[in-house]
């Protein structure tokens, strides 16, 4: 499976933080094979294949597969890290 560098970590940045993908990507994951086509460039249309099997292999189900999936994800991940990021403030600083 051979799937571009800069893809595979954009898809990784989205699954693993909700980076907001755009363009061909967003495409990929939101499953718009229209889309996808016409926004890719040579080399990513060349790995159109490798890079939805990578998709379907590689990331949870749950984040790709259609806008809804994808809004939902970005949501999902802000979410968990605004949450996050007010438990540490209620904390105050840590004595290291």
């Known amino acids: ?8 970590e954009l898809i990784r940045s989205y699954a ?9 990507v967003k495409a990929v994951l939101e499953n ?3 889309l996808a086509v016409f ?6 249309l060349k ?8 998709c379907h292999w590689e990331i949870p189900s749950s984040c790709w597969g259609s ?3 994808v809004q939902a994800w970005v949501k999902e991940k802000k979410d ?3 949450k996050e990021e007010k438990e540490k ?3 105050g600083p840590t004595n290291s």
């Open 1 to 8: 499976m051979t799937v571009p560098p800069k893809i595979r």
């Open 16 to 24: 693993d933080f909700g980076s907001p993908p755009g363009g061909f």
């Open 32 to 34: 718009n094979l229209e």
């Open 39 to 44: 926004a890719a460039d040579s080399d990513n």
């Open 47 to 54: 790995h159109l294949k490798d890079i939805v099997m990578y």
């Open 67 to 69: 806008p809804e999936k």
């Open 80 to 82: 968990g890290y605004e």
């Open 89 to 91: 403030e209620k904390e």
